[in-house]
């Protein structure tokens, strides 16, 4: 079971890091934060050219 568990964590922090390089929010802040402003909220992140 700790196998399972570890792998499984271990899964989601790799898939975090993927997933924030390309968005700003995770899928359920972003849901959160359209529901509380009533407006949709972009999902990609801004490109800024420095």
Not at 27 to 45: A, D, H, N
Request: aromatic share 22%; no cysteine.
């Amino acid at each position: 079971m700790y196998y399972l568990v570890g792998s499984i964590w271990i899964f989601q922090i790799i898939f975090s890091h993927i997933w924030l390089r390309y968005f700003r929010l995770g899928s359920l802040e972003l849901l959160w934060l359209g529901l509380t402003y009533w407006k949709k909220q972009p999902l990609k992140k801004e490109i800024s050219v420095a």
